[in-house]
């Protein structure tokens, strides 16, 4: 630390310190400048675009922090493995997908068919969210509670449906857990064909809106799941 005066005037001194070693010290690069927390979502972001620029859930931490130009030690610290990033964007999406049931919900307990035509819109409106929140590799343990919590609520939103529906007498007889679970089959199923591209042409080539499809089979689901 090095002090020395400088005269202002004819009367007045004033005393300034200088830290050598610290003015001497390299600015920091734009690498380093992350604030705590926004790197962890970068390399989420990072993630979400190398899938959606390779088409596959190829990646690597290390190849992440190399495009962002971070030390692979930095990425470790959020994220302990590839799978840790996949879980995370699989959790993200389940929220997103359960408050948009819950808007539904909320104005009409019932309204399966609308449950159904906002499953098949999230899907294709986040198509990569979607492949990683049913991707074989992400099974669900207790290293992951939210996942179980998150994935809990919102299949238990879709059974609240089925539920009013059949407190009403409109809906057959079986359990509440079996149609769910026959709902959930074939709008997911529904879903993974417009996701995939499967729906844009038919191989008939006829031309099918996703959305205007995705109300025409919740109205099949319904009528199937419905009393004669």
């Known amino acids: ?3 020395f005066n400088v005269s202002v005037g004819n009367k007045f001194k004033k005393m300034y310190s200088f830290d050598m070693a610290k003015e001497l010290k390299p600015q920091k690069k734009a690498k380093d400048l ?7 979502k970068a390399l989420i972001r990072a993630a979400i675009s190398a899938i959606k620029k390779s088409g596959e859930i190829e990646f690597s931490l290390r190849d992440l922090a190399e495009k962002m130009g971070v030390s692979h030690a930095a990425a470790y610290r959020h994220f302990s493995s590839k799978k840790e990033i996949l879980f995370e964007i699989a959790h993200d999406g389940f929220l997103r997908l359960n408050q948009s049931f819950m808007t539904i919900l909320e104005k009409e307990a019932s309204d399966i068919v609308s449950l159904g035509v906002a499953y098949v819109k999230f899907a294709i409106e986040n198509p990569i969210h979607f492949k990683i929140m049913f991707h074989p590799d992400l099974k669900i343990d207790d290293k992951h509670p939210e996942m179980i919590s ?8 879709l059974k609240n449906c089925v539920e009013s529906n059949k407190l009403v007498g409109k809906f057959r007889d079986d359990s509440v857990q079996d149609l769910s679970i026959a709902a959930w089959s074939l709008v997911h199923g529904l879903a993974i064909l417009a996701v995939n591209g499967n729906l844009a ?7 099918v809106n996703s959305n205007e499809i995705a109300e025409k089979v919740a109205h099949i689901l319904v009528n199937g799941l419905n009393k004669r």
Not at 34 to 40: E, M, P, V, W
Not at 150 to 157: E, I, M, N
Not at 201 to 207: E, K, Q, S
């Open 201 to 207: 042409p038919l191989p008939d080539g006829v031309i």
């Open 150 to 157: 998150v994935g809990s609520q919102t299949f238990l939103s």
């Open 1 to 3: 630390m090095v002090t």
């Open 34 to 40: 992350y604030r705590h927390g926004d790197l962890k």
